[in-house]
């Protein structure tokens, strides 16, 4: 049966979704990630001044558009050959991990959260709301909620009361970021070179108090959602499958060690390694490299399904790296953007999204970023390289130690590498991020702190802009993989490629006809709804979808079949005579 | 809140059980946009969009906000909840009144031969996407009152930067400056990349209040802005003008100097965020430290870039300021120590100085 949620709310940009639903077997069969939003960054950056890179790039996203424009004062930075102060960096690691803890809770509790909500089960799953009504939560004493049907109450959107703290911490938390960037979500004191924030003993204090808050209320929400995401697995046996894929994971690093990174492509590797989040592709849980330069050098940009003409042939702007490896024409910064809009068609082309993937020397792998949490762990956890007191990172897991706040003690918390990439594992991994980032902050905020006292407070340095350049920024974005590839050719812009998170996760049918993740996730989700196809939700597909927090003007489109034969409900979606 | 079909944002009126209809919110994310302006408004205090939804200020109607950034309801498109049914039903006049939010700006859909450079929702007939222009023109001649958030919406802003191939253009432009709602109010914009969360906050409150007849017209600038926010420029109320006028100008971006002379178009530009911080008081622009690239202007971007080179017009009246502001620092430095020292009547010693005579 055809089914389609267009548009996807309690996410950010415009997302639909066509789907074939085999109700009979319960299970989805097929699924198209669709977009319907263009706008053309890469076309109207070009011939632009490179300074106003980030300032222009932060507007491709609402939610995380700091994490561009940080990223491309990286690729800025590289280009230009500027190393900003240690101090500067430090304050731009203490914004950025603010947006992961702003960014991380709003969505978790605000938007995925509904998902999981005493509303939405009674509405979908009575059953299993009759079962959380007679189950004790096992931290009760650390979240202070008796029942887990108490916990999804508490999510009820506006009357929940834990939603609309959370609605509370989201604010105090953008707070922190606009100590340090300015405002939120567009920064105003990023700049190549560094930032123009003023770094005073206030800064640290007005900083300090808050994130101390934060930590306390961490202290509460990751056993909260242990209980909650545990308790899934139990009264839904199998539920394991929802959202479930291979494991297929991109992370591209984040946070900065000043002490190590020069900004230098030919010290990439090193400084990446120095990383607070480690880089790494992890296929079928073994870490396959976290070397941002073979990184680099591995993404390709697929076409297939998507509304664009190939730039097969055209003029190639980078055929080396700085260290003489071969840039592939594929590689984004060859990329040329030519929009060609035209019909919906799920048998063709459907959808704004390119396809984004990573060779690794024999396959185009559809990585995806779990949403980012899920891969920056992942990755962190098995390079066992970060090791800095309030997180180490073992080879098997991460651990993080939050010191004692206000009303509770010193508390270790470990997330140990899933057996699943699925939607629960997930949303797990969102809530043991949003401890990571604040353990890493107050790291960063320590080291800064020192800085200002020892009277280093410079925190811009000069550069010039050259004639001709190349640069890349690599970061993590709240959602996961973020690059920005640039070209500066006569002082200008000749060519720039951002690639967030959301379009390898949300991407289409490759030129292989290798689904995008969405897609293949979803393919593989089992029904576990008790609804009829008449009052159904899909709240299944909802939450294996959500659980990537897709992010961004963006679609995807679904398409439900039983079989054979293919039931249109009320309306075509536009799917019909695909596969059924 | 009722559990059922309703939208997760409407309240129950004032008094339980009460039948007042409540007024709809059409918010329409799907222009060129980001999102920025939706997540901006969930960061707003004064008030808040709890406090909105569930009425927390003194006569507030009895609202239902079908927000796609956190909506209850999200379909299928055939099911029972669907979201974008509350569309369809605004277009068909069953929820009357209603106040249409648009977020984004609007491409020119007439330049291609066929598809789409922004959709929301199928259409029924033919399976492809709906584009925002045609449900602004489907909305917006319904509507009590038609709302553009965020610099994109109100003007275009950054996606319709020079060299754009989507032809983006704001809501004025697509509808008419002059345009007016069947109740004779104006196109509302708020500008700002993204909105200052109070500022759309206050509005959209306003606007409310002039729909439950207890607010006059809203009162706007010939640029459709909300008076009361735009009226003064950013350096009017930027803390760092005392800089300005003493001539001491910021050499590099981390000075605490003004910084008009590294990328800072304050001094023209309408908008109240050094005046008001970004939220809660904290944060800003060039008043912590960020040149202030214009955002909320009709201009913006073109007219601003490259961002980081001093405004043309910059030159001339910080050459004159630092002329007559040496001068000025002079005087105020010999002031300034003067004023930096105690009255010379406190002090410890047996006798009292201060003047006054004991009348024994």
Redo the contacts between chains.
Sequence with gaps: ME????????I???L?IHTKIDFKRKRVAECYSTS?????YS??M????P??AH??TS?????C?DNHATCSVYAQNMAYGVKPPHL?EWLINLGESAEYMFDHN?FQE??VG?DYCE??V??TNPGVLELAERTEAPHAADHGYRTIADIMRSL????GEFY?EA?QV???T??MF??ME??????????P???????SVQLFT?YLSRLMRYVEFMKRVVPLHDDLFDFFYEALPGYEEVGRRRVLLGCWGALNDPEHCDFTYAHMTDWGRRMFVTPGVVVDGKLVTNDLTRINLGIRILLGSS?YDDWEGQEQFVTRDPLGNPVDPRHPWNQHTI??????NFDDKYSWVMSPRWFDGKDHLALDTGGGPLARLWSTALSGLVDIGFVKATGHSVVINLPRTLTKPETTFEWKIPRWSNALERNRARTYFQAYAAAVALHCAEKGLAEVRAGR????E?FEVPDESIGVGFTEAVRGVLSHHMVIRDGKIANYHPYPPTPWNASTRDTFGTPGPYEDAVQNTPIFEENTPE????IDI?RAVRSFDPC??CGVHMYTGSGRTVKA????????GLGG | ?N?GTQA??E?QGAAPGSDEKPIHILWI??G?????????L??A?QP???EI??AGLPGLPKIAVHW??????????????T??EWFFKGERGEIDPFVLVIE?SIPNEKI?P?????????D?E????ITTSEWIDRLAPKALAVVAIGTCASYG???A??????G?MGVPDYLGWDWRSGAGIPLVCVPG??IQPDNFAETLTYLLYQAAGSAPMIPLDDKLRPAWLFGATVHEGCDRAGYYEQGQFAT???S?KC?VRLGCWGPVVKCN?PKRG???G?????N??????A?TMPGF?DKF?????EPPGGKVSSTASRVYGSVIRRLRDITGETVDKEPKWRHAGDELTTGYRPPW
Aim: positive net charge.
């Design positions: 089914m389609a949620w267009d548009p996807i709310t309690r950010v940009g415009s639909g319907s939003v263009f706008r053309g076309v109207f070009r011939g632009k001044d300074r106003d300032f222009i507007r491709i996203c609402g939610i558009g500067g709003i605000n938007l509904v509303r939405m009674r509405e009820n959107p506006l009357e609309r609605l989201s604010r105090y953008r707070e606009c100590l300015g405002r939120h979500v567009h920064p105003s004191t990023l700049y070179g560094g930032v123009g924030t003023i770094a007005d509304y929009p060609a809009p035209q019909k919906r407070t410079q925190t811009w000069k009052n159904f939700k899909g909802m961004l003007p409900m009320h309306v075509p979606t536009g799917l019909s | 809140m559990a997760p944002v309240r994310n799907a060129l946009s980001c999102d920025g302006d939706s997540v901006a969930t960061g205090m808040s969009i709890e939804a569930l796609p950034l956190i909506d209850f309801e999200c379909g299928p498109v055939q099911g029972a909840d979201f974008i984004g291609k066929e598809g789409y450079w922004c959709g929301f929702g199928s029924p033919t399976g492809q996407p802003g950054i996606h930067m020079a060299g754009n191939p989507t983006a990349c993204p590099t971006y981390d605490p910084l965020v970004w939220m809660n904290i944060g800003g622009c060039p912590v430290g960020g040149i202030c690239i955002c971007p870039m490259p961002f980081m080179d």
